[in-house]
């Protein structure tokens, strides 16, 4: 199984990025999706998530109406569209996928982890 995330980079704040995450060798579709993120010192921190549909979303209060999760089943990837960024929103960003998972997102309760792909939001 393979998560690979992409589209980081260094934004000003106020700015977009949008992460992509490509799966492979798992039935994707049958898969709820994460984003997790991690800043220097401190713990991975659940972001946003998706069931295996798309059809029903969760976010992290802090992002809440900036950020947006999305997923395509046919081209086995989910995406994060993140606007309106913030210096506090610098970090690694990581996909992960949750055979089995509810409405609480944990980072123990992920199946597998992509590799992470780094965002820095200058002030």
């Known amino acids: 199984v393979q998560l690979q995330a992409s589209g980081g980079g260094l934004v000003q704040a106020g700015g977009s990025l949008r992460l992509s995450c490509a799966a492979s060798?798992?039935?994707?579709?049958?898969?709820?999706m994460g984003w997790f993120r991690q800043a220097p010192g401190k713990e991975r921190e659940f972001v946003a998530a998706l069931n295996w549909a798309g059809r029903i979303t969760w976010y992290a209060d802090s992002v809440k109406g900036r950020f947006t999760i999305f997923r395509d089943n046919v081209k086995n990837t989910v995406y994060l569209q993140m606007n309106s960024l913030k210096p506090e929103d610098t970090a690694v960003y990581y996909c992960a996928a949750a055979k089995n998972y509810g409405s609480n997102w944990s980072s123990t309760g992920m199946d597998y982890w992509g590799k992470g792909t780094q965002v820095t939001v200058s002030s």
């Open positions: 060798g798992l039935a994707f579709s049958s898969y709820g």
